[in-house]
């Protein structure tokens, strides 16, 4: 059974950075999407990041481009969020979540079904 846990969430000032984690069990993830979601106070959910497992493909959302890198341990089977010069309308609750596929990701594609969520982990970001 696949299970995916986060951590690294915590509270910091704009302009500073949090590294958050996810550790996934249960499966190889030799082909995989897996991403980085967060949801914001009064917003939808939205997906941030994105890194095929197969050949560490990625994707990001334009807001966060060139400031968060996603990245993936595959010895350890650990996603990560790297996430520098933060700004207060990054804080959210952030959640990995991954499918299994033997295609790239297709960011923000409509129809994709992520089997797999992690529990969350809140970041805030103080001005």
């Known amino acids: 059974q696949v299970q995916l846990v986060e951590s690294g969430g915590g509270s910091v000032q704009a302009g500073g950075s949090l590294r958050l984690s996810c550790a996934a069990s249960g499966d190889t993830f030799s082909s995989y999407c897996m991403g980085w979601f967060r949801q914001r106070p009064g917003k939808e959910r939205e997906v941030v990041a994105e890194?095929?497992?197969?050949?560490?493909?990625?994707d990001y959302l334009l807001s966060v481009k060139e400031r968060f890198t996603v990245s993936l341990d595959n010895a350890e089977n650990t996603l990560y969020l790297q996430m520098n010069a933060l700004k207060p309308e990054d804080t959210a609750m952030y959640s990995c979540?991954?499918?299994?596929?033997?295609?790239?990701?297709?960011?923000?594609?409509?129809?994709?079904?992520?089997?797999?969520w992690g529990q969350g982990t809140q970041v805030t970001v103080s001005s």
């Open positions: 890194i095929y497992t197969a050949d560490h493909t990625t």
């Open positions: 979540a991954a499918f299994p596929t033997l295609r790239h990701c297709s960011f923000g594609a409509y129809g994709r079904v992520w089997n797999y």
